[in-house]
């Protein structure tokens, strides 16, 4: 009963004519920035962060999360049609979506594609309308040394588990929890690092970080590569969509499947919509009569995966929003933007801010619901925007990155650090660094340092608390659990499969 | 030792160099005790421990046969330079010469960074988005800076 009338209250806010505006708007620009490859949902997300700085919290959010779960929607496009994925997480539609378009199949795949996610997406947020408050209740008797705890065990597993080498990773999250240090010791009111340059006083701007390290990077390497994608001869109609019975068969149970284990594995920290992806197709292939036909045009290995991700995009704002502990670096920026508007997310948010978390979660139905018309009668409109020349796209979006960062506070030295961090991370990525655990590491530092302090503090400077809390303990056997198995990996030479 | 060693070891070199130099650095802040920590403790103890990672990852890469290889020599620099340039460019300019002359300028050095086959066309397109950015952001969006001049 409860359930319902949280519900209600949640479309009562995300009904209104502002909220389906923002909602439409961020499902759109997602499925725009989803289906050209090379731009991400992260950079975009990043673009309309200063914008939403004006907006009311809902709305903001609301649009935010609209950019990130449309571009899951869009991303598939490209993938299916050029064999470019338009995400990390659509890398593995690839494998079977572009064979499809090679029979043929182009239309049916596409179809498949926006139904699979659309269940995923709703499954999805079934478990997060009742699974967040329970997790939100149990979190509100969390002390400061359990934060510490869970906060280094998202961190190290999003350093470890998401990227090719975990000691990599490891590094660049350090790197990140330095760069959170910048700025006013709130303690002490002592500037760190700043250098004299007073823009720095408040910290580095997470904007312009997230666009260097994503916007500019990816634009880098993109156009050093020397293979701009380019499409070819592609052409669907509604028609060509229609699913034949034995196809829709065959994708009831791994739609299923993917967005039951996509769900799962989007709840834990450091994990996100690619390892969701790239699982739920492996146990597909697993479990499937014909692994033969996977890489081959399996319709399996289309649903399976896009169920998945779009199931685990929606499943990583249960640890977000209850326990303000984001999973990867998306969420991490969406927890930047509720943090300029003074919101905290965290086991309080559902119960202070009612209205914003159940107005967010009503809005992701509106959101999917809208994705599933913008997917299928207007998949035409999507394929012609694939024949944008990336060449003509580029210099447009490094415009639009260096006017996004300079309007947050109006500052060009955000501008110069932007720059500083886009060559940075492209010289780091080339060499195998991921970007993400840096950036999660930067969001975090300062709330860890926090945590860290105020547990010290409370048990007069002693760090029995971290071991003699169970939930802190536990968490921290968790941490040493994953070092344990990465360092095991990195002694076998087992690959450990990349994210970013 | 060959290239591609030096160029692979690189990386966690200079991170062990920016550890280095964080703790250093944090130190003067003043480090403190477990019970009254200074401003500087926490980053002497990241700073510490990125020198740590980087020197492990060192190692690793010292002892990997494996050394992947790159083709430096076929390396695009003019353009990286071009694009990662363009962002600089528009940093230093906007507030000097202002917006619109600021997006040209950063427009024309990404453009330069592809193969152009079509020079009018390219000219066209940059003076037309760099107007519809103005429009939009300083217009629409109120960004307080003006078309021309600092």
């Not at chain 1, 209600?8 to 389906?20: E, H, K, M």
């Not at chain 1, 829709?248 to 919509?273: E, I, N």
């Not at chain 2, 062990?16 to 964080?22: D, K, N, R, V």
């Not at chain 2, 300028?105 to 020079?119: G, H, K, N």
């Amino acid at each position: 009963m409860e359930t319902l009338q949280n519900l209600a209250l949640g479309f009562s806010q995300a009904l209104t004519p502002d909220a389906l505006l923002y909602c439409f708007i961020g499902v759109t620009i997602g499925t725009v920035v989803g289906v050209l490859p090379g731009i991400g949902a992260l950079t975009t997300i990043s673009l309309c962060l200063p914008l939403t700085f004006h907006l009311d919290p809902l709305l903001g959010l609301i649009m935010l999360a609209g950019i990130f779960y449309g571009a899951q929607y869009g991303s598939s496009t490209a993938s299916i049609l050029l064999n470019v994925p338009g995400s990390a997480p659509a890398a593995v539609t690839c494998l079977d979506g572009y064979p499809m378009t090679r029979q043929g199949r182009a239309g049916i795949a596409l179809f498949v594609t926006t139904i699979a996610s659309f269940i995923g997406g709703c499954f999805a947020i079934v478990l997060l309308i009742f699974f967040a408050p329970l997790l939100a209740q149990v979190a509100i008797g969390f002390s400061a040394a359990d934060y510490f705890a869970i906060m280094l065990l998202a961190l190290t597993a999003a350093s470890t588990l998401g990227a090719g080498a975990p000691l990599k990773g490891l590094c660049m999250m350090v790197v990140g929890l330095i760069l959170g240090l910048v700025g006013t010791d709130l303690n002490s009111g002592q500037f760190r690092f700043t250098f004299g340059i007073p823009a720095l006083a408040d910290g580095i701007s997470l904007v312009a970080l997230a666009m260097g390290l994503f916007g500019v990077a990816e634009i880098l390497a993109n156009v050093t590569s020397g293979q701009l994608p380019v499409l070819e001869n592609a052409r669907v109609t509604l028609r060509s969509m229609i699913p034949s019975r034995e196809d829709m068969k065959r994708f009831w149970g791994s739609c299923g499947r993917g967005s039951v284990l996509g769900s799962f594995v989007g709840m834990l920290p450091g994990t996100g919509p690619t390892i969701a992806a790239f699982m739920s197709y492996a146990f597909e292939k697993k479990i499937s009569k014909t692994p033969e036909q996977f890489g081959n045009g399996a319709i399996e290995g289309v649903t399976s995966p896009e169920s998945a991700n779009n199931a685990a995009v929606q499943a990583a704002f249960i640890p977000t929003l209850t326990l303000g502990v984001p999973g990867d670096a998306i969420m991490a920026v969406m927890i930047g933007g509720l943090l300029v508007h003074g919101i905290t997310p965290g086991p309080q948010l559902i119960t202070e801010n009612g209205a914003l978390f159940w107005g967010v979660v009503a809005s992701f139905w509106v959101g999917n619901i809208l994705l599933l018309i913008l997917n299928l009668p207007f998949i035409g409109l999507w394929v012609k925007l694939l024949s944008i020349p990336y060449k003509a796209l580029f210099p447009a979006v490094l415009l639009l990155i260096c006017i996004g960062v300079y309007s947050v506070n109006n500052s060009a030295v955000d501008v110069v650090l932007t720059f500083v961090f886009g060559l940075a991370g492209f010289c780091l990525n080339r060499h195998g660094y991921p970007s993400a655990p840096l950036l999660l590491g930067f969001v975090l530092g300062p709330l860890i340092e926090e945590n860290f302090r105020r547990a010290v503090l409370l048990s007069g400077g002693s760090l029995a608390p971290f071991i003699e809390r169970p939930i802190s303990a536990t968490f921290l056997m968790l941490t040493a659990l994953i070092l344990a198995l990465a360092g095991w990996h990195r002694l076998r030479k087992v690959p450990v499969k990349p994210v970013e | 030792m060959n290239r591609s060693m030096i160029v692979n070891i690189l990386p966690p070199l200079a991170l062990m160099l920016f550890g280095a130099a964080i703790a250093v650095r944090g130190s003067a802040y003043g480090v403190g005790s477990l019970t009254a920590m200074g401003s500087g403790y926490l980053a002497v103890a990241f700073g510490v421990l990125l020198v740590l990672l980087a020197l492990l990852q060192l190692l690793s890469q010292w002892h990997e046969s494996k050394v992947a290889a790159g083709s430096e020599n076929a390396f695009p620099w003019l353009a990286l330079l071009l694009a990662a340039g363009s962002v600089l460019v528009w940093a230093l300019l906007v507030e000097r010469i202002g917006f619109i002359p600021a997006a040209v300028v950063q427009l024309a050095l990404a453009c330069l960074a592809a193969p152009v086959s079509d020079w009018r066309h390219t000219a066209i397109g940059i003076v037309l988005f760099s107007l519809a950015s103005y429009a939009l952001f300083v217009w629409v969006l109120g960004l307080p800076v003006p078309a021309f001049g600092g």
